[in-house]
């Protein structure tokens, strides 16, 4: 071992290997920790998920961050369009589907797509979330009976980290068996900050029940191996944007309060009354009146001096404008969508902040979104939907062996998940390179219909009726071929003469 020290001698009591070690001057105040991904979230959860739904209730640029964050991402909703085969059997999938839709709700506010958008805003803003799957009796006449009930994470106790007794170990609310498999959430009955107010409160008493992990869908953006809870979107901003937010308040306030005061009037006599002022105070002083434009003549002796708050300077925009990008990049939104400011845009620039944007929300789509809530609530909804009757789909629940079962599962269970289409910048652009790449051969009419968030065989259906409606009122528009013949052998219009019985119209 003695190469080792040789080695170890001769690197570090030199000089560091990296700038960031060592004990130099600008590197000894720089203390750090090392959490794992477990520990840093068990113990800087709450304060972080507190911090950031308080800046986004009361920030409106946290806030328009978030927004444009689920605008993007789920838009009007992420939808399923079933890879069966069998063109029956697709179309009775997709139709329960429909009609189960509006019904996914258990509170009954929105539909399936609305829910999308509000767990994708709750993990934004408290860095996860949780979809309870809760399954409804006959009597209730859903189509399907599941419903989807959407609850913040504080309902999940981040400092319950016990053994339970069934021997598993519970580490901040979830209960992991011996493989580290989730089996099960410990969820308080109501949210814990609502205390009685919450309708399912009952008599005070919020303890914690355990839910079948089977039955919870937990959504966040891992970011860490080993990571067992999330992390707010803000988490990198909170600081900087709650500082410029004061900072910008202030300055709005000084600028306020300096234009309250326009001039200082010296007075020789302070019994005297110059302006038409109230009466003084106890210590003589009074505030005097004035209406713009207004010239006052002055008694020999007086003197008046104006007011001359300091201006925030030319810089002030600039020193914005760089803090909200710093922010902007911290929350992985761009400046323009951050502030709404497109001053200093153009075609080229805006549209490689967008798709630079777009990068990272189909990654968010793809990876966490559809993985995560999509495809179990599909899975699910289908599962309870041939159990029900619902769905006649042979071979679905039984085989000859259990992985012949779990194929012929998969078979039914595939689907397309397409989110809504993005609007570019110059649609027409866009349109004629996409019909470029269609005609060479580098892209099929199916991948650009859902590229534009629709069903290419809904497209191909509706286009059938639209042709067969023209053709039985004798349309011809300038997309079909005949449009040409029709053009260059057409006969003058002739004007419509009134018939010999008509009336005048008018007086």
């Known amino acids: 071992m003695g190469w080792f020290k040789t080695i ?17 001057r600008r590197a000894m105040a720089w203390s750090v920790g090392n959490p794992g991904a477990v520990a840093a979230m068990l113990f800087n959860q709450t304060e972080l998920r507190a911090k950031s739904r308080d800046l986004v209730r009361r920030n409106a640029w946290a806030n328009a961050a978030l927004e444009s964050y689920v605008a993007n991402a789920i838009g009007t909703g992420i939808k399923p369009q079933s890879m069966l085969t069998d063109s029956a059997q697709r179309e009775a999938v997709q139709t329960l589907w429909r009609n189960w839709t509006v019904e996914a ?134 600081v900087k944007l ?7 308040d202030a300055e709005l306030v000084r600028k306020k309060t300096a234009a309250m005061f326009a001039g200082f009037v010296t007075r020789l006599a302070p019994e005297d009354s110059l302006l038409n002022e109230g009466l003084s105070d106890p210590n003589g002083v009074s505030l005097a009146g004035m209406e713009p434009g207004t010239m006052q003549i002055l008694e020999p002796g007086e003197d008046i001096k104006f007011s ?30 951050l502030t709404g400011d497109l001053t200093q ?29 999509c495809r179990p609530i599909w899975q699910a909804w289908m599962d309870q939907a041939v159990m029900e009757g619902a769905l006649n789909l042979p071979g679905y629940a039984s085989g000859s062996s259990i992985a012949a079962s779990k194929a012929a599962r998969r078979d039914y269970q595939a689907c397309k998940w397409i989110p809504q289409g993005w609007q570019w910048v110059d649609p027409l652009k866009e349109a004629d390179a996409m019909k470029a790449a269609i005609r060479s051969g580098l892209m099929s009419r199916s991948e650009a219909i859902s590229a534009n968030g629709y ?19 004798g349309l011809i528009f300038d997309s079909d071929p005949r449009h040409e013949l029709s053009a260059s052998t057409a006969m003058p219009v002739q004007p419509v003469q009134p018939a010999a019985d008509a009336q005048p119209q008018g007086n």
């Open 105 to 238: 709700d258990a509170a009954g506010l929105t539909d399936f797509y609305g829910l999308q958008a509000m767990a994708c805003r709750a993990m934004l803003e408290g860095g996860e979330v949780l979809l309870r799957l809760r399954y409804r009796r006959p009597e209730d006449a859903l189509s399907v009976g599941l419903q989807i009930q959407v609850l913040e994470p504080e309902h999940l106790p981040v400092q319950m980290n016990s053994v339970a007794e069934n021997g598993n170990l519970i580490r901040a609310g979830i209960e992991f068996d011996r493989l580290g498999k989730r089996v099960a959430y410990h969820l308080h009955r109501s949210h814990p900050e609502d205390g009685a107010l919450a309708p399912m409160s009952g008599n005070g008493d919020n303890s914690t029940v355990r839910v079948d992990a089977a039955e919870i869908i937990h959504m966040y953006r891992p970011l860490r191996p080993g990571q067992i809870r999330g992390e707010p979107w803000l988490a990198r901003a909170l």
């Open 242 to 248: 709650h500082d410029l937010d004061q900072y910008d």
């Open 8 to 24: 170890r001698r001769r690197l570090f009591t030199t000089t560091p290997t990296y700038d960031g070690i060592g004990s130099g």
């Open 345 to 373: 845009v153009n075609y080229s620039s805006i549209r490689a902040g967008l798709l630079e944007f777009r990068r990272r929300v189909e990654s968010l789509q793809h990876g966490v979104i559809v993985h995560q809530l």
């Open 455 to 473: 069903d290419a065989e809904d497209v191909d259906r509706e286009i059938a009726a639209d042709n067969a409606r023209a053709d039985g009122l």
């Open 308 to 337: 001359q708050p300091a201006d925030v300077g030319g810089s002030y925009s600039e020193f914005l404008r760089m803090q909200f990008r710093a922010v902007a990049a911290a929350m992985g939104v761009t400046y323009e969508q």
